[in-house]
Nanobody, 116 residues
Framework: QVQLVESGGGLVQPGDSHRLRCTDV????????MGWFRQAPGKEREFVAL???????KYADSVKGRFTANRDGAKNTVYLQMNSLKSEDTAVYYC??????????WGQGTQVTVSS
């Protein structure tokens, strides 16, 4: 059974780089597409990045060129490398696992605050 846990959140300054991590504690051996989402106060949750089964990626326009998502060789952990962070990147970041065409499993989220 899938159990996702995000880690790596914290307070960072504008222009800094930071990396988030999402691990399937349930140690599921099946490979799935995994996505990163975020939600800022007063706003709806929005898509950030997607890592396909083959390692390919897709990004939201707001982070394209700055963020990089990837998975490790074990395929149970995914990362979100965030570069050139801006204040508008402040949000709770969530990892989600897609089964078929639906994002069925979600982590509890990790807070990223970009502020000077």
């Amino acid at each position: 059974q899938v159990q996702l846990v995000e880690s790596g959140g914290g307070l960072v300054q504008p222009g800094d780089s930071h990396r988030l991590r999402c691990t399937d504690v349930g140690r599921d051996n099946t490979t799935y597409s995994m996505g990163w989402f975020r939600q800022a106060p007063g706003k709806e949750r929005e898509f950030v990045a997607l890592v396909y089964v083959d390692g390919g990626t897709k990004y939201a326009d707001s982070v394209k060129g700055r963020f990089t998502a990837n998975r490790d060789g074990a395929k149970n952990t995914v990362y979100l490398q965030m570069n050139s962070l801006k204040s508008e990147d402040t949000a709770v970041y969530y990892c989600s696992l897609r089964v078929g065409e639906e994002f069925m499993y979600w982590g509890q989220g990790t807070q990223v605050t970009v502020s000077s």
